[in-house]
């Protein structure tokens, strides 16, 4: 069966640090792969996608994300966190036509 | 352009009254989708609409019916609320010809069943 599992429920890092939020997956064929940002009370954004091509795939908000097939992952990574970055992120597999998997999500704390 | 648009923001229900939450999108999309959000387990879909005057069952339709009469709109009902069904509820729509399939959300409705 299809599966989204993101590892960490919460990551706590410090503004102008790295990030990495983890995405493991479970599909049969090619996935369609996303990253999602939810902000507090409001509805989910997606900030990038993966379909096929260059697996390094750029996002917004200076978001990118890296699909590697042989550890089933896709990543999310930003080399610099704001403090408005702090949100809760969904990793979700397209699988085919329309519907969608969400994973449980990553909570982001940003401290100063 | 408003994007998705949800109906109400928040609800208070007692054990056994009904509801109907409202969704509406001007984006000429043709799916639209109905989730329940509940901590620590993602989004989980509800039921779903490829078109108008059609409705499909998601991963967790029991208690809840929809109906897509207008293109544009798509409602959710609960005839007998339950405490179980106290939940974030998004709605979210996409075209049907995209690959792969972004969604655009609404801006969710928080339900409490006491």
């Known amino acids: 069966a299809q599966s989204v599992t993101q590892p960490d429920i919460h990551i706590t890092v410090s503004e102008g640090a790295s990030l990495e939020l983890r995405c493991n997956y479970s599909?049969?064929?090619?996935?369609?792969l996303f990253w999602y940002v939810q902000s507090p009370g409001q509805g989910l954004q997606l900030l990038l996608k993966?379909?096929?091509?260059?697996?390094l795939v750029q996002g917004i908000k200076g978001f990118e994300a890296e699909f590697k097939r042989s550890q089933s992952s896709f990543n999310l990574r930003k080399p610099s966190v704001h403090w408005s970055d702090a949100a809760e992120y969904f990793c979700?597999?397209?699988?085919?036509?329309?519907?969608?998997?969400f994973g449980a999500g990553t909570r982001l704390f940003v401290k100063a | 352009n408003a994007g998705v648009t949800q109906t109400p923001k928040f609800r208070v229900l007692k054990t056994g009254q009904s509801m109907t939450l409202l969704c509406a999108q001007d984006?000429?999309?043709?799916?639209m989708y109905w989730y329940r959000q509940d901590p620590g387990m993602g989004l989980r879909l509800i039921h779903y609409?490829?078109?108008?005057?059609?409705?499909a069952k998601g991963e967790v339709p029991d208690g809840y019916n929809v109906s897509r009469l207008k293109k544009q709109n798509f409602l959710l009902g609960l005839e007998s609320a339950a405490p179980s069904q106290t939940s974030v509820y998004f709605c979210?729509?996409?075209?049907?010809?995209?690959?792969?399939?972004?969604?655009?959300f609404g801006p969710g409705t928080r339900l409490t069943v006491t």
């Open positions: 993966y379909f096929s091509g260059d697996t």
């Open positions: 979210a729509s996409s075209y049907s010809f995209s690959h792969p399939p972004e969604q655009y």
């Open positions: 984006m000429n999309h043709e799916y």
């Open positions: 599909y049969g064929a090619t996935p369609y």
């Open positions: 979700a597999v397209g699988t085919g036509g329309f519907k969608t998997i």
């Open positions: 609409s490829v078109g108008e005057g059609t409705t």
